[in-house]
C-alpha cells in the first residue's frame, strides 16, 4: 500500500489549496481514508476523513464549513479541497488510511493507523 500526498504550498490567508492524495495497493471501498495535520509543537490532529464505502463524511470543527474531503474513483485518489485558509491551517498535511471497522467518525478519531504518507507542508501567511 502506498499513499501519495501533492498539492501543498503557500497561500495568503482567505486563499484556496487543493490537496491530493493518490492511493496504490488497496480498494477504496474497504477503507476509511482521511487527512490529519501537524503543526510546529503541536500533536498530530485529524482534519477530515471519508469512508469508501459509501462517502461518509467527518470533520473537525477546525474546519468544518471551510473545508471538503471528497473521492475520485477514476483516478483512486482523496482530494482535500481547502478554502479561506487561515494561518492556523499552516502544518504538515499527512494522508492515512485504515480498514473500516467503525464509524467514519470514530475511525478518524482513533486516528486512522494502518497507512500514512509522507505529508505535504501547507503554510499560510497571515
Known amino acids: 500500500v502506498q499513499l501519495v500526498e501533492s498539492g501543498g504550498g503557500l497561500v495568503h490567508a482567505g486563499g484556496s489549496l487543493r490537496l491530493s492524495c493518490e492511493a496504490s495497493?488497496?480498494?477504496?471501498?474497504?477503507?476509511?481514508i482521511g487527512w490529519f495535520r501537524q503543526a510546529p509543537g503541536k500533536e498530530r490532529e485529524h482534519v477530515s476523513c471519508?469512508?469508501?464505502?459509501?462517502?461518509?463524511?467527518y470533520y473537525s470543527d477546525a474546519v468544518k464549513g471551510r473545508f471538503r474531503i471528497s473521492i475520485d474513483r477514476d483516478k483512486n485518489t482523496i482530494n482535500l479541497q481547502m478554502n479561506n485558509l487561515k494561518h492556523e491551517d499552516t502544518a504538515v498535511y499527512y494522508c492515512a488510511a485504515d480498514y473500516y471497522t467503525a464509524t467514519t467518525e470514530i475511525m478518524c478519531r482513533r486516528p486512522l493507523s494502518a497507512y500514512w504518507g509522507q505529508g505535504t507542508q501547507v503554510t499560510v501567511s497571515s
Open positions: 471519508i469512508a469508501g464505502k459509501d462517502g461518509d463524511t
Open positions: 495497493g488497496l480498494s477504496l471501498d474497504n477503507y476509511v
